[in-house]
């Protein structure tokens, strides 16, 4: 596998805002490059924006007016992730053994049936209801090695530990 | 170890339904017993109650109003999940040597400091601002072998497919 991107389909701003939001800082903090947003939130793309300058890396959100079209043009292989899907497990080496670059399409409301006709995958993280949130870092954490374990080297740094929170601002430290 | 519960703290219902819903079902189809939410908020109860009716197994949502009798009264012990915390690759092992039932602690806003004195473990799916979703579908799914492949044997089932929608409603097939 080359790299992969994020379609968060079907966005609804009064209802979606904040999930979207962890998919999108999911779809960062698992290692994606780029989360294409289908309909447009000035507000999700703030929230990540403000956490790109802050914790670091390149990681985007692009809107997109039409979900379609931002599938037709991938120029790659599709992964759809569905609770109606095969089971991740066994189509996993198969999917790790795609040369191109991924786009996981998630959605929020209910996808309309093409999702599933233009997707190379139609996965499933378990056949229960559950959340596109876990859904997506379930999914990236088996596609990527490095998962989670990702540092964008921003400004802000967490120091890990056991008994509080403590981070650094290495751009004030520095003064 | 034994089992597992969740308990959701910080629910802000007018702002956070939707994420804790997530949880729920999250904590749900990961193989968790129980979430005890802190704030009530019967439009949460309801949801989870009807995907319980609907997809089978004996998961229920119960309310706290004081988290801090919850963690102090759990039998057991008590795993927080925070991007502040130790990597859980680092502490895995340790924790599924756990013999007595654990107790997952998320947070919807900032957590008090004494979630962090009160845990056993203060543990992180990476140290990148992310989700509490993503964040509990993770540890879940390395707790528990089982994982997200659960069945629960409820009257509606998924019929995995790579290519569409299905499942079926045993409930009326038998009549």
Chains 1, 2 share one sequence.
Do not use: C
Request: charged content about 25%; proline content about 5%; overall charge neutral.
């Amino acid at each position: 596998m080359d790299f992969y991107n994020v379609l968060r389909m079907g966005h609804r701003p009064e209802r979606d805002k904040r999930v979207t939001t962890h998919v999108a800082l999911t779809s960062r903090a698992f290692g994606a490059k780029k989360m294409y947003l289908h309909r447009s939130d000035s507000r999700v793309i703030e929230t990540i924006n403000n956490v790109v300058s802050k914790f670091g890396g390149d990681f985007t959100v692009e809107t997109t007016t039409n979900p379609k079209k931002t599938i037709k043009e991938w120029d790659g292989k599709i992964m759809h992730l569905t609770m109606f899907g095969l089971p991740i497990d066994d189509k996993l080496v198969e999917i790790k053994n795609v040369k191109e670059p991924i786009l996981v399409v998630v959605g929020a409301e209910k996808v309309p049936p093409w999702v599933f006709e233009y997707s190379d995958f139609n996965i499933a993280i378990g056949s229960q209801p559950h959340s596109e949130v876990s859904a997506l870092a379930i999914a990236l954490s088996k596609l990527n090695e490095d998962s989670y374990n990702q540092n964008f080297e921003g400004p802000i740094q967490v120091i890990p530990s056991g008994e509080r929170r403590n981070m650094v601002d290495i751009s004030k430290s520095e003064d």
